[in-house]
């Protein structure tokens, strides 16, 4: 199993371009989500899926779209990107929605935004 | 005020010793309470997790929760330079939550 993968591993855009970030697990999770990770800010919910069709926003959802068309994969687009969306996106899994705590992270896209 | 307050440190202490991480938090509904270890430029991973107020232990790795302070801590023992890394603890209102809080991570660093 690759786990959880994320593409690609660092990219700079220019403000106001649009991007996709992509996200892909193998291990027929139910449950996926985007994060983001600033410095003195833990990390931070950005949408979440509990299964293909299904996705729901988290903490801080402006500026990001997503889908969730099949089980395994769940990209997140960045309509318009803004120098504040400079950070580092992780993606992660779990089993389920309901009855599992542990999520499985991916490795992460550092994203600059200028 | 964050719901999770963790202390960014960065930690620095000398191989063998007891390394004490903590976090405090607000909202009384939290019952579900994880570590993760974060090493650099990778994804956090599941240390351990706890349900309501206790101790649990995992070899050298005991995660400890009093409700009653809303304070949560993890200790290391015979801290070994492959425990360097960044700690976030995390919480939940409910057992797979569709949402997890995390707190901002402590830097640690065990010297050799």
């Known amino acids: 199993n690759a786990g959880v993968t994320q593409t690609p591993k660092f990219q700079v855009l220019k403000t106001g371009q649009s991007m996709t970030l992509q996200c892909a697990q193998d291990?027929?999770?139910?449950?996926m989500s985007w994060y983001r990770q600033d410095p003195g800010m833990g990390l931070r919910l950005i949408h979440y899926?509990?299964?293909?069709?299904?996705?729901d926003q988290g903490e801080v959802p402006n500026g990001y779209n997503v889908s969730r068309s099949t089980t395994e994969d769940f990209p997140l687009r960045l309509l318009s990107a803004a120098p504040s969306q400079t950070s580092v996106y992780f993606c992660?899994?779990?089993?389920?929605?309901?009855?599992?705590?542990?999520?499985?992270f991916g490795p992460g896209t550092r994203l600059t935004v200028t | 005020q964050k719901e999770v307050e963790q202390d960014p440190g960065p930690l620095s202490v000398p191989e063998g010793a007891i390394v004490s991480l903590n976090c405090t938090y607000s909202?009384?509904?939290?019952?579900?309470f994880m570590w993760y270890r974060q090493y650099s430029r990778k994804g956090p991973e599941l240390l351990m997790y706890?349900?309501?107020?206790g101790n649990k232990e995992d070899g050298r790795f005991t995660a400890q929760v009093d409700k009653s302070s809303k304070y949560i801590s993890l200790f290391i023992r015979d801290s070994q330079p492959s425990d360097s890394a960044t700690y976030l603890c995390?919480?939940?209102?409910?057992?797979?939550?569709?949402?997890?809080?995390f707190g901002q991570g402590t830097r640690l660093t065990i010297n050799p």
């Open positions: 995390a919480m939940s209102a409910a057992q797979g939550a569709q949402k997890l809080v």
């Open positions: 706890t349900y309501s107020s």
């Open positions: 899926s509990v299964g293909a069709g299904i996705t």
């Open positions: 909202n009384s509904a939290f019952q579900y």
């Open positions: 291990m027929n999770h139910e449950y």
């Open positions: 992660a899994s779990r089993l389920d929605g309901r009855g599992e705590v542990e999520q499985y």
